[in-house]
């Protein structure tokens, strides 16, 4: 199952707007059928860097969650604040054995 | 709460040794009462490239958790399976909004 964790760096004066954008992203994202994880933190030393952990049963089910109202606000909404192109670094989600 | 990105690099003819290893550590993890999140996940690209994920109460679960025998036993059966020392980076967990 895929596991991605998703590398995004926000622009200083932009990191109360994304929390909150990312916020409602995280909300829906975890009702959508195919999501397992969802998860959205905050580097300790440097606030403005984030990273999401996203975990989907398939790849179809992150084709779908590219597709959803909730990710295409969320991606226009934040796509002015990050300071550089986000970067998601895709794994195999191990542990726990996920249920398909 | 504190989320610890740990970043594993293993010696290529150590990978399945390490999963084995790993899997006990997580069976394990997940029992400890300030345990949220234990998951580990493999590189896709990089099948010797590890991440787990780590997230606790508290710093005091976290020193807790490096107490017990299933992580000192872990600690020495994979220390010499690593190609490089291992790297955690903190994180303030943000969402989901977890219950203290």
Redesign the interface.
């Known amino acids: 199952m895929?596991?991605t964790?998703v590398y995004i760096s926000v622009k200083r004066d932009c990191i109360d707007d994304f929390?909150t954008a990312?916020?409602a992203n995280?909300?829906s994202s975890?009702e959508e059928p195919g999501n397992l994880?969802?998860?959205?933190?905050?580097?300790?030393?440097d606030p403005s860097q984030f990273?999401f952990?996203e975990?989907y049963q398939n790849d179809d089910d992150i084709t779908a969650h590219k597709q959803t109202t909730h990710y295409k606000t969320w991606a226009a909404a934040v796509n002015d604040m990050m300071a550089e192109r986000r970067r998601g670094?895709?794994?195999?989600?191990?542990?726990?054995e996920m249920k398909s």
């Not at 994880?37 to 030393?45: I, K, V």
């Not at 670094?89 to 726990?96: D, E, N, Q």
Request: hydrophobic share 40%; net charge neutral.
């Open positions: 895929p596991v964790l929390i990312s916020k995280h909300e975890i994880r969802f998860d959205f933190m905050q580097n300790e030393d990273v952990y975990w670094v895709r794994h195999k989600g191990l542990f726990p």
